[in-house]
């Protein structure tokens, strides 16, 4: 078969058929790239769509890539960030106005509305108040996850974006991601016949779990949210997306194993910096992540001539929670999760968040009456129990600066176009994740918690 008849027979435009048995068949160990086609309701707009962003850290800075990219569909036209070299930067690359810079969110809704939408890329503890404030405005958010920290805010939102009539997109980018697209389109046209289980892995991979939830923003959950939802809510979401029935109970067990005090290595100190007799060998040393492999150093708010001089590199370390011990820390959240899920017609599906991996990128396989996929993001391996057959799929995205490190598959800016679209358009529908779609696997996290510490199986009611 030729490619493009392999194409057509695979479903990879939108509403053509998909393979059966005797289509996989006659591929006989293909593989097939694939990307997902323009989704047919966009229009050519007239003007691009205004946005004000609040925090302008690395999320608000993906979506105001975007808008440098593609300055016919969003233009930044504000911004709200408290940290001076972020505002003076993201203002400055964006042509922001002085009169539209702000030092805090509150500041911005001081204003008549200025702009069509409010970009919300705050700390997670910040996200309720100015969607909140937001939606009383009359604008369209674009909200990053997880929605807010307590289910009840999740609700809050929800009613008040239906009592409005305002769009709010929340960022399950995972739901753009051509890898996940391609696999609910398979499923839902039973590809492997009804599905009977998934099994789901997301793999932090060790160095970001050390930067991120043990010595980073998202270390301590009472002052954050818990990592199933900080980190894990796009998987939970994923799931439930791909598997299109509601879940109905859960259960969930993990703890904080390792990053502990108690496992400090003999010799080791308060900082990497204070002489520790065992940093050279230990792989969280900060030392070696940010000194020698110059790894993440956007934390550090470094200005351009600085962050070419290691000394600067080297008093951050002596400075702030990126030079401390990982043993040391005040942090609180699992670095090891597994949580059981069962949904309507029966489905079960286990997910489990592992620290301690070499590799980053989720891993998952869905097992189904008549075959199975396994994949990895960056291949779908799509098996037929009748023929013994095997197609690979390999999902193709946009080449978005940055997303292959932020694991979402390309989802970024795909979500970014259909939110553009959505809001010029007024039209909700262009979107995967609105807070309707999105708010049920945010439940779903609450109650992994609730069972995790409870150590009881948790019903879901929506």
């Not at 939408?117 to 405005?137: E, R, V």
């Not at 980053?360 to 994949?375: E, I, Y």
């Not at 795909?414 to 979107?431: G, Y």
Request: charged share 25%; glycine share 6%; proline share 5%.
């Amino acid at each position: 078969m030729n490619r493009r008849s392999v194409l057509k027979q695979l479903s990879l435009s939108v509403g053509a058929t998909v393979l059966g048995s005797k289509t996989m068949a006659r591929l006989t160990n293909d593989t097939i790239e694939y990307e997902i086609p323009e989704n047919p309701l966009y229009k050519k707009l007239d003007k691009p769509v205004t946005a004000i962003t609040l925090g302008a850290g690395n999320r608000g800075n993906v979506y105001g890539n975007f808008a440098l990219k593609f300055p016919n569909l969003l233009k930044i036209v504000g911004v709200a960030e408290p940290v001076a070299l972020r505002n003076e930067r993201y203002a400055t690359k964006h042509q922001v106005d002085d009169k539209n810079r702000f030092d805090t969110w509150e500041r911005v809704f001081e204003r008549p509305k200025f702009a069509d939408a409010i970009i919300i890329t705050t700390p997670d503890a910040l996200h309720y108040a100015p969607c909140m404030k937001a939606l009383q405005m009359g604008y369209d958010i674009l909200l990053e996850k997880p929605i807010a920290p307590t289910e009840k805010e999740c609700r809050d939102i929800l009613a008040l974006a239906k009592k409005t009539g305002r769009i709010v997109a929340v960022c399950h980018v995972l739901r753009y991601a051509p890898y996940f697209v391609k696999m609910k389109e398979l499923l839902a046209k039973n590809t492997i016949g009804n599905i009977i289980s998934i099994q789901h892995l997301e793999p932090i991979e060790h160095l970001h779990m050390a930067h991120s939830y043990v010595r980073g923003n998202w270390h301590n959950s009472k002052k954050t949210t818990p990592i199933i939802l900080a980190k894990s809510c796009h998987d939970l979401d994923i799931i439930k997306w791909i598997i299109n029935q509601p879940a109905k109970q859960i259960s969930a067990m993990g703890d904080l194993k390792w990053f502990r005090k108690e496992n400090a290595p003999e010799g080791s100190t308060a900082r990497c910096t204070d002489g520790c007799k065992v940093e050279r060998s230990c792989p969280y040393s900060a030392i070696n992540a940010y000194y020698d492999k110059r790894l993440r150093l956007s934390v550090f708010d470094l200005p351009e001539d600085k962050a070419k001089h290691p000394e600067a590199i080297m008093e951050k370390l002596k400075t702030t929670d990126y030079g401390r011990c990982v043993y040391r820390m005040d942090n609180d959240q699992p670095d090891h999760y597994i949580t059981n899920i069962r949904f309507g017609d029966n489905i079960t599906a286990s997910f489990s968040m592992e620290a301690f991996t070499s590799y980053a990128g989720r891993r998952t396989r869905v097992m189904g009456s008549h075959g199975d996929m396994v994949g990895d993001m960056t291949e779908l391996v799509v098996t037929d129990f009748l023929t013994e057959k095997q197609t690979k799929l390999v999902p193709k995205a946009e080449d978005v600066e940055g997303y292959r490190n932020s694991g979402h598959g390309g989802g970024d800016w795909l979500l970014a176009h259909d939110f553009v679209q959505a809001v010029a358009q007024q039209n909700p529908k262009l979107l995967t994740s609105t807070i309707d779609e999105s708010i049920e696997s945010h439940v779903m996290g609450f109650k992994a918690e609730e069972s995790r510490k409870s150590n009881k199986v948790v019903s879901i009611v929506m």
